[in-house]
């Protein structure tokens, strides 16, 4: 039986989107606490600024700037956080519709570092958008090994797992993911969670007890 004739997505349960690589916080502070660029007067950026090309790159990029991709593409040239430029390049690429562009730049990324939480995670909504879940899948749990705090991958993978016929690991992946949000947040994907109870018990009579 087809999964979806089962289980019912609420209007809510669609994925996080798209994750910028922003300057590296120390080891002790987590990415999305980081305010490396607080809203300042406007700058003229230039080779004689005391930013990195990375940094001018994302301060152009976090404004929506397009000359953003041209200072990543700088950053890569000088080998300034090649991995992070490429991805967040990676991001912009999906922003104008270029697939393929994209996929080449977060595959870059990672081989710059196998490891790079970013790009795996991107690269799992990349596939995610092309509906390739198996692969999509893949990226996300490799994103979770790199990263185990970071709770908006931990959605994804759970409805890419719902939609991979993997019940019982989607609802132990969301229930993590509810661990590490706020009870605001957690309350929000209440009915996703039980909606695959409910189809993990259709599935396997069972389990309905427990």
């Given at each position: 039986?087809?999964?979806?004739?089962?289980?019912?997505?609420?209007?809510?349960?669609s994925k996080?989107?798209?994750?910028?690589?922003?300057?590296?916080?120390?080891?002790?502070?987590?990415?999305?606490?980081?305010?490396?660029?607080?809203?300042?007067?406007?700058?003229?950026?230039?080779?004689?600024?005391p930013l990195?090309?990375?940094?001018?790159?994302?301060?152009?990029?976090?404004?929506?700037?397009?000359?953003?991709?041209?200072?990543?593409?700088?950053?890569?040239?000088?080998?300034?956080?090649?991995?992070?430029?490429?991805?967040?390049?990676?991001?912009?690429?999906?922003?104008?519709?270029?697939?393929?562009?994209?996929?080449?730049?977060?595959?870059?990324?990672?081989?710059?570092?196998?490891?790079?939480?970013?790009?795996?995670?991107?690269?799992?909504?990349?596939?995610?958008?092309?509906?390739?879940?198996?692969?999509?899948?893949?990226?996300?749990?490799?994103?979770?090994?790199?990263?185990?705090?970071?709770?908006?991958?931990?959605?994804?993978?759970?409805?890419?797992?719902?939609?991979?016929?993997?019940?019982g690991a989607?609802?132990?992946?969301?229930?993590?993911?509810?661990?590490?949000?706020?009870?605001?947040?957690?309350?929000?994907?209440?009915?996703?969670?039980?909606?695959?109870?409910?189809?993990?018990?259709?599935?396997?009579?069972?389990?309905?007890?427990?």
């Amino acid at each position: 039986m087809f999964m979806g004739q089962i289980l019912k997505f609420p209007a809510q349960a669609s994925k996080f989107g798209y994750r910028r690589v922003r300057q590296r916080a120390k080891a002790a502070d987590h990415p999305d606490q980081l305010n490396l660029f607080p809203p300042a007067a406007p700058q003229i950026l230039s080779f004689a600024s005391p930013l990195s090309p990375f940094e001018q790159a994302l301060m152009l990029d976090e404004r929506g700037d397009p000359q953003a991709g041209d200072f990543y593409a700088r950053a890569i040239e000088s080998e300034d956080c090649a991995a992070d430029a490429y991805c967040n390049l990676g991001i912009i690429e999906t922003g104008k519709g270029n697939t393929a562009r994209a996929f080449d730049c977060f595959t870059k990324s990672l081989k710059q570092n196998p490891r790079h939480f970013e790009a795996h995670y991107n690269l799992g909504n990349l596939y995610f958008d092309l509906k390739d879940f198996r692969l999509a899948q893949i990226h996300y749990e490799m994103a979770t090994e790199v990263d185990a705090a970071f709770a908006n991958v931990y959605f994804n993978l759970a409805l890419v797992q719902s939609i991979n016929h993997e019940l019982g690991a989607a609802v132990t992946t969301l229930t993590r993911y509810q661990q590490l949000v706020s009870p605001e947040d957690a309350r929000h994907v209440e009915e996703l969670l039980l909606n695959l109870k409910k189809s993990l018990a259709a599935k396997n009579p069972r389990l309905g007890s427990t």
